[in-house]
């Protein structure tokens, strides 16, 4: 990836670098894939990244959202995504919330209890409204990855547990406000082990046979996400592998005619755009290690702290010719969890270095927060400097 470090010489640090070109070539692979069938429908989780600049990019390229509260569902159909094609994952679904989704006119709600589709049910009924929905079903099945981001175990708070989806989608069907439209998953995040989708696949398949069996609909299914990016080599794989991925739907997920396939992919499509842009601050000798003490910390960029994830360092200032050196690079929080990465070797490093850290598109700048009173980050676009 190109940094217009020249460029960010008069920008004040930390902040966002996103690589529109990259997003853009993403897009298309993705696109290029769900043509080779009729019935998928990519709706890009926007929690993943709601910068304006993005949204607006990712809608004009045709995708539906995936919204996980009132303010997602408004700040995407503010930025071009149709409302016919947003849908509304979340356990607490509050009623304004669901009162602003019905008047955006969404395409569905993805229903996480029997409780919230009650209340879908009486507030849609007192617009004389019928509510789209599908069931989140929680296919109780463990994604090879961080336990922080699995979300389809039983013991997770996430949809309707498998032997309760009968009688929930019994009551649906008797419900005047909603309407069925079909059963939604979703099994964990940065996932990337293929099996864990075909798993979810079978998982499916055995569900909508014995739905079926008892004479009651299935609808359209809709996978969730949770396709995984490569954060050690994100010059080597700057996309994750969305052919593979796709592949296992195609070859494992049995589908009726007519019926629709939604995805829900968010990280794979922003993760590798983004980089935080920091400037080292200091270089401070410890008694046994050095720290690298860089003007971006977790509140930008909380994902190290918060799930000990890696976000690749990088010197972009390094000109090749100066020595190795090993550093703890830190960030100036006061919370000893402000940690960027552990004894990692980066070129020596001098104040005013710019600081990279790289794969950040995905829940970095939609994580930040204004702890510590720290202004929320910046973001800039590779268009307005190449
Ligand atoms: N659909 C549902 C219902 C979800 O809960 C999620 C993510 C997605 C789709 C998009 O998943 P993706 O394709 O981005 O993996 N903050 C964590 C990740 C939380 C993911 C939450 N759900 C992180 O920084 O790793």
């Not at 990855?145 to 979300?151: A, F, G, K, L, Y």
């Not at 996430?158 to 406000?177: A, K, M, S, W, Y």
């Not at 494992?252 to 990280?267: A, I, K, N, S, W």
Request: proline residues 5%.
């Amino acid at each position: 990836m190109n940094f217009p470090i020249d460029r960010f010489q008069t920008l004040r640090t930390p902040f966002y670098f996103y690589d529109t070109a990259l997003l853009k070539q993403t897009l298309d692979v993705v696109s290029a894939q769900l043509a080779r069938h009729e019935s998928y429908r990519m709706h890009y989780a926007v929690k993943a990244n709601a910068n304006p600049v993005l949204l607006r990019i990712i809608s004009a390229h045709g995708f539906g959202a995936d919204c996980v509260s009132g303010g997602e569902v408004q700040t995407a159909i503010a930025h071009g995504f149709a409302p016919e094609t947003v849908v509304f994952a979340g356990v607490g679904k509050s009623d304004w919330e669901i009162n602003v989704a019905l008047e955006a006119g969404i395409g569905c709600f993805n229903v996480e209890s029997a409780a919230e589709l009650r209340a879908i049910n009486d507030l849609a009924k007192a617009k004389g409204m019928q509510a789209p929905v599908a069931l989140r079903v929680n296919p109780d099945i463990g994604a090879h990855t961080h336990t922080n981001i699995t979300t389809g175990l039983a013991e997770n708070k996430f949809g309707i547990n498998l032997e309760q989806i009968e009688d929930v989608l019994r009551e649906t069907l008797r419900l005047p406000g909603v309407t069925f439209k079909g059963l939604h998953f979703h099994i964990g995040s940065q996932i990337t082990d293929m099996l864990d989708f075909q798993a979810l696949c079978n998982r499916i398949n055995a569900l909508s046979g014995e739905l079926s069996r008892h004479g009651l609909p299935v609808g359209d299914i809709n996978v969730g996400g949770g396709l995984g990016v490569d954060y050690e080599h994100p010059d080597k794989a700057p996309m994750a592998d969305f052919e593979a991925y796709f592949d296992v739907f195609r070859r494992h997920l049995d589908t009726q005619p007519g019926q629709t396939v939604h995805f829900e992919l968010g990280r794979s499509i922003v993760a590798p755009c983004g980089s935080l842009i920091t400037r080292l601050l200091y270089v401070k000798e410890g008694t046994a290690k050095r720290f690298a003490i860089v003007d971006g910390s977790m509140t930008e960029l909380i994902r190290p702290a918060l799930y000990h994830a890696f976000h690749l360092p990088q010197n972009l200032s390094a000109d090749g010719s100066r020595p190795t050196a090993t550093y703890d690079v830190v960030g100036p929080v006061c919370e000893s969890s402000d940690v960027f990465a552990k004894a990692f070797d980066l070129p020596e490093c001098r104040r005013g270095d710019f600081i990279a850290f790289r794969t950040a598109g995905a829940y970095g700048e939609s994580m930040a927060s204004g702890y510590n009173a720290r202004p929320l980050p910046k973001s800039y676009f590779s268009s307005d400097f190449f």
